[in-house]
């Protein structure tokens, strides 16, 4: 796996769980606001999605928000990606698996089980999602697989600055149509033929907001100051975007 994609571990997170570390660096909180950055920072000259500067904007959050960095992010097991989009500023995210596991009970672990279930499948995951300043991760949803996993159920845990969620349904109760918003403020890609959510609903730190229906699209955009936003779910096997030409991805040399 490379340090800007999540696409090969997907193929071997179930095998091989991540480890989270146990060296944790605690970064004081700073009183200075996280400014929104400029395009051309996250790029080099040649176009290609610069992964150590992206980097070093997530970790400038991280210790302006006082989040506590683990070593495991500071090696390829952060990710991070622009979607192919070459506008990191505005279309991004970084992120890493704590786990993705999908198994059968009877061979998980000791191997020893033989209770009921020893033949069922089971699946789960745990995530973190980085945003910066009023980043979008785009829309996408998560189809079942063709190993007998369902779709991907996820919820959401904002756990530093704000979220705006969206989505194709109501569910939570308290969403409100996308096209009420002032038209400066609506969703990346509202409009757009492609474009299929219809619904959004804040969230702030230590609130959280669920996944409403199986197989919907769906996305985030973080607030002014950015996001640290922990994903609990299901196994994650499946993404589609409903952008075309959008892939979970860097931008590369032009």
Same mark, same amino acid.
């Given at each position: %796996?490379?340090? $800007?994609?999540?696409?090969?571990?997907?193929?071997?997170?179930?095998?091989?769980?991540?480890?989270?570390?146990? &060296?944790?660096?605690?970064?004081?909180?700073?009183?200075?606001?996280?400014?929104?950055?400029?395009?051309?920072?996250?790029?080099?000259?040649?176009?290609? !999605?610069?992964?150590?500067?992206?980097?070093?904007?997530?970790?400038?959050?991280?210790?302006?928000? *006082?989040?506590?960095?683990?070593?495991?992010?500071?090696?390829?097991?952060?990710?991070? $990606?622009?979607?192919?989009?070459?506008? %990191?500023?505005?279309?991004?995210?970084?992120?890493?698996?704590?786990?993705?596991? =999908?198994?059968?009970?009877?061979?998980? *672990?000791?191997?020893?089980?033989?209770?009921?279930?020893?033949?069922?499948?089971?699946?789960?995951?745990?995530?973190?999602?980085?945003?910066?300043?009023?980043?979008? !991760?785009?829309?996408?949803?998560?189809?079942?697989?063709?190993?007998?996993?369902?779709?991907?159920?996820?919820?959401?845990?904002?756990?530093?600055?704000?979220?705006?969620?969206?989505?194709?349904?109501?569910?939570? &109760?308290?969403?409100?149509?996308? =096209?009420?918003?002032?038209?400066?403020?609506?969703?990346?890609?509202? *409009?757009?033929?492609?474009?299929?959510?219809?619904?959004?609903?804040?969230?702030?730190? &230590?609130? %959280?907001?669920?996944?409403?229906?199986?197989?919907?699209?769906?996305?985030?955009?973080? &607030? =002014?100051?950015?996001?640290?936003?922990?994903?609990?779910?299901?196994?994650?096997?499946?993404?589609?975007?409903?952008?075309?030409?959008?892939?979970?991805? $860097?931008?590369?040399?032009?």
């Amino acid at each position: %796996m490379t340090e $800007c994609s999540r696409r090969s571990f997907l193929a071997v997170a179930a095998a091989a769980p991540i480890a989270a570390g146990t &060296g944790l660096s605690l970064a004081a909180a700073g009183s200075t606001p996280i400014k929104k950055l400029a395009n051309k920072v996250f790029y080099r000259a040649d176009g290609a !999605l610069d992964a150590k500067a992206t980097k070093k904007a997530y970790f400038d959050m991280m210790m302006a928000f *006082g989040y506590p960095i683990p070593e495991v992010l500071k090696t390829d097991e952060f990710w991070v $990606c622009d979607f192919l989009q070459r506008d %990191m500023s505005n279309l991004g995210m970084g992120g890493i698996f704590w786990i993705n596991e =999908a198994n059968e009970y009877g061979k998980s *672990g000791a191997k020893v089980y033989k209770g009921d279930f020893k033949d069922q499948k089971f699946g789960y995951l745990g995530h973190e999602i980085y945003l910066l300043p009023g980043q979008v !991760l785009p829309e996408h949803r998560h189809l079942g697989g063709e190993k007998g996993y369902g779709p991907k159920m996820e919820a959401w845990h904002v756990r530093y600055g704000s979220v705006t969620f969206y989505g194709e349904y109501k569910g939570a &109760g308290d969403e409100s149509p996308i =096209a009420k918003m002032p038209a400066k403020s609506r969703i990346w890609g509202f *409009g757009e033929a492609w474009f299929k959510s219809k619904y959004y609903a804040e969230r702030k730190a &230590g609130q %959280m907001y669920k996944l409403v229906d199986p197989e919907s699209w769906h996305g985030q955009r973080a &607030g =002014a100051q950015g996001a640290i936003v922990s994903e609990y779910a299901t196994y994650h096997n499946h993404v589609m975007f409903s952008k075309p030409g959008m892939e979970f991805d $860097c931008s590369k040399a032009k």
